[in-house]
């Protein structure tokens, strides 16, 4: 009896160390479950504070260990390794707890898309700032940067009208002309928005650009790289879409706009295709973050520009950042600034027509 009852205490023993084994490996893979989760701050609304980093930002990476807190009226979206996730109502939300919620499975397109966001807005953004004005701890516009900008728009705006003027009359100093001419002209030039000096996703091309005062008809050209005329339309509207274009992957094209009734005033830009690979990835990344984010989502103009830029298509990351713009919300001055950015330091446009472009959103 005395070894039996030894015995079966050695069994419970066993079998206690197998269930503590048992508890610690589903601890360690919890843990390493929770570690390997990225979380960001997709989007929010009103009053939403991480504990210890004050207001949440855009593109924010949170820990496990955090707290944030929802308050009243207010919204919050996680994209949790893609994954997103929406609060709107008021309360205190452990990190750990959402990552618990999310489960398993990703979402990369949108994880991409929102650690793209974080370098581009206000999380992220060390010391680069847009033509749209820098911004003080009090959120306030620091209008001293943005009047210098004003300033260099229109030195280096008479530096182009210096030439303009140069390829017309062949005059190498023509400064004594711009004085007389310089407002009148400026006033007048066209500024192209889409595409410039980027690259299209598949299917068809958008074109866009700023109303030109005096200009009631444009025309509008595209050429090869040979210099061939592919095709030609005119309208009276500020966009055109040309629905079922031919154009070759990779190939460089030229668009060029004119007021139909004075052929000199005209401005061009170039563009091209992505390569095939790349466009069905771009559709089929499309198509993954409006399935993830739903197609009323606030956040969508945000993730797609952000995703649109992510793959060299700025001119049509410009205009989601356009459509958050024009939508009017709490973030309406960070779209400002991502659509200017898309203009300033990814197609490279000079600062005079980025200034009108940022005025204008």
Request: aromatic share 8%; with cysteine.
């Given at each position: ?13 066993r079998y ?29 609304s ?12 855009l593109?924010q ?14 919204s919050?979206q ?21 990552i618990t919620?999310?489960g ?7 994880a ?25 701890a ?10 210098s ?13 210096n ?59 595209v ?13 009276t509207?500020?966009t ?12 460089i ?18 563009f ?6 790349k ?42 950042f ?20 898309q ?5 490279f ?9 940022c005025?204008?959103q």
């Amino acid at each position: 009896m005395k070894i039996e009852h030894q015995e079966n205490q050695m069994k419970q023993i066993r079998y206690g160390f197998r269930i503590c084994w048992i508890c610690l490996l589903l601890t360690v893979l919890a843990m390493a479950m929770t570690q390997a989760q990225t979380v960001r701050v997709l989007y929010y609304s009103g009053s939403v504070t991480v504990s210890g980093k004050g207001s949440a930002k855009l593109g924010q990476q949170l820990k496990s260990s955090d707290n944030v807190k929802i308050g009243s009226s207010s919204s919050l979206q996680l994209s949790i390794n893609g994954k997103v996730l929406k609060y709107s109502k008021p309360m205190s939300l452990k990190i750990s707890d959402a990552i618990t919620r999310a489960g398993t499975g990703e979402n990369s397109v949108v994880a991409n898309s929102a650690r793209t966001l974080a370098g581009a807005s206000g999380a992220g953004r060390s010391a680069r700032t847009s033509v749209a004005g820098a911004t003080r701890a009090d959120g306030k516009k620091n209008m001293a940067y943005f009047d210098s900008l004003k300033t260099e728009s229109v030195n280096t705006g008479t530096m182009r009208l210096n030439s303009e003027v140069e390829s017309m009359t062949g005059i190498g100093d023509a400064s004594g002309l711009i004085e007389k001419v310089s407002d009148k002209m400026k006033s007048e030039a066209i500024i192209l928005l889409q595409p410039r000096s980027t690259a299209v996703s598949g299917g068809s091309v958008r074109f866009r650009w700023m109303r030109t005062p005096g200009v009631s008809t444009y025309a509008l050209s595209v050429q090869n790289f040979l210099g061939e005329e592919v095709y030609r339309t005119e309208t009276t509207d500020t966009t055109f879409v040309w629905d079922t274009p031919s154009l070759n992957p990779e190939e460089i094209y030229t668009w060029r706009l004119s007021d139909k009734e004075n052929s000199s005033n005209s401005f061009g830009a170039s563009f091209h295709r992505l390569p095939t690979e790349k466009q069905t990835m771009v559709m089929a990344g499309q198509e993954a973050i409006q399935e993830e984010l739903g197609s009323d989502n606030p956040a969508l103009p945000m993730i797609l520009g952000s995703f649109f830029a992510d793959n060299e298509c700025y001119g049509q990351a410009a205009e989601m950042f356009t459509t958050g713009v024009k939508a009017g919300d709490e973030h309406a001055e960070t779209y400002k600034e991502l659509v200017c950015e898309q203009y300033l330091y990814n197609m490279f446009v000079p600062v005079e027509e980025a200034y009108k472009i940022c005025s204008n959103q």
